[in-house]
């Protein structure tokens, strides 16, 4: 079965400061992972996911493999950006997402 | 598009009575997904269905949990004789199908109350 494992539930932050949201799983198949962003009053959506390898709002996030991780960065955070952040994990040719217990970012001025 | 819909955004019930969470998916959207987020918590697969078909159950409870997408109308999630543990916000997705690249897009969940 897989498992997604967020293993910070708050992060704070500075305005400017960089910030990575650790992600790992576990799964002996071929994944596809995704970050999925709730702010405040707002509905879960998509942030980004491994196969597109394209950076959305400054964030960017790297598969890897070896180490099973898939963490979230930015080099500099924005107030804007405190929201939660949950990491996903679906199987090749699946249909279910597995969730993260998810993290909280908070971007203080 | 208005996106995904599901209503009642709130809902409390006593212990013993029924709850009913619909989700009306995006327009063009034949598939449907329900998770649920209990607190402090990150969201778990309940069910995916299509149209009058339940393709994959595996996250639902064994008992007075059922779900159905039928050929017209909202995606029902039903929930008899609720219990203090089914306290939780209910989330439903829709996908245009089933292949991998499609995206769910989620609604705004229902916030289900037992006392």
């Known amino acids: 079965a897989q498992r997604v494992t967020q293993p910070e539930k708050l992060l704070s932050v500075f305005k400017g400061a960089p910030v990575e949201l650790k992600c790992n799983y576990s799964?002996?198949?071929?994944?596809?992972l995704f970050w999925y962003v709730q702010y405040s009053r707002q509905r879960l959506q998509l942030l980004l996911r491994?196969?597109s390898r394209e950076s959305i709002k400054g964030f960017t996030a790297d598969l890897n493999k070896g180490e099973t991780s898939f963490h979230l960065k930015k080099p500099f955070a924005q107030e804007e950006d405190s929201a939660m952040y949950y990491c996903a994990l679906r199987r090749a040719a699946g249909n279910k997402l597995t969730f993260g217990g998810g993290t909280r970012v908070l971007v203080k001025p | 598009n208005a996106g995904v819909m599901q209503n009642p955004r709130h809902l409390v019930r006593r212990r013993g009575q029924e709850a009913r969470l619909r989700c009306s998916p995006m327009?063009?959207?034949?598939?449907v997904y329900w998770y649920r987020q209990l607190p402090e918590e990150g969201l778990k697969f309940m069910v995916y269905?299509?149209?009058?078909?339940?393709?994959?159950e595996s996250g639902m409870p064994k008992e007075r949990f059922s779900a159905e997408f039928p050929k017209e109308g909202p995606s029902i999630l039903r929930i008899q004789q609720v219990v203090r543990g089914d306290s939780a916000a209910y989330f439903c997705a829709s996908s245009p199908g089933p292949h991998s690249a499609n995206e769910q897009f989620f609604g705004p969940g229902t916030r289900l109350t037992v006392l």
């Open positions: 491994h196969i």
């Open positions: 799964y002996s198949g071929s994944p596809e």
């Open positions: 327009k063009g959207h034949s598939h």
């Open positions: 269905l299509q149209k009058e078909n339940i393709i994959d």
